[in-house]
């Protein structure tokens, strides 16, 4: 009896690893991944690396930084500087009258800006006659402007801040006056001109002021 018993306990235990087994190997057949399916997953993952890659490419290659490394600098701040100089020297004390600054507008907007041109117009007469006959006032600046032109540490090619020092003069009764503003310009020197500017007129040789 205790032969046949064993016997049968063993069967049982028999049986139960087949049906183990079995469920094993129906599970592995429906929950394994297809070969189709992991092709599939495979290849959209190498598309998305793909993209990431090349979007960094296009960041990378895009940022001021990368363009500013494969930019001529020195050329550029150098025609900048003429470009400037040549309107700022002209616009204060280069026409004797409406006439000849008209007809040297449309140059000046590119050189200096427009609004820039605007400003340095009325800076050619006497304040009060400027107010009081904005459009036919007498110019009376001398010939003899100077500026100098400095550039702070360009980060971004297509907003460098430009510095002119500018030094003019007019003449009342014989007598020369001297007059000193600072000129500061946002200057794309990518394309060779201004974005905006500002000035600071000085009012002593400490170089205290007021800017507009």
Known sequence: M?????????????????????IGIISAVVFAPKTGALTDVNKKINQTESQIAETKKVIKENSPANEKRNFDLTKAEKKAQDNLYSGITYALGGAKNHEEFKAHEAILNKLIGEDMT?????????RGEVVNNPDNFKFDLLNKTDAQITFSPVNDIHHAQVNAVTTYYSKDNDKEKKF???????????KQKVNSSKITNFDDANLSGNQE
């Open 180 to 190: 000193r503003s600072l000129l500061i310009f946002d200057y794309d020197l990518a």
């Open 118 to 126: 605007k400003k340095l117009l009325k800076y050619n007469g006497e």
């Open 2 to 22: 205790e032969e046949n018993f064993e016997s049968t306990n063993q069967k049982v235990w028999r049986y139960f690893s087949y049906v183990i087994a079995l």
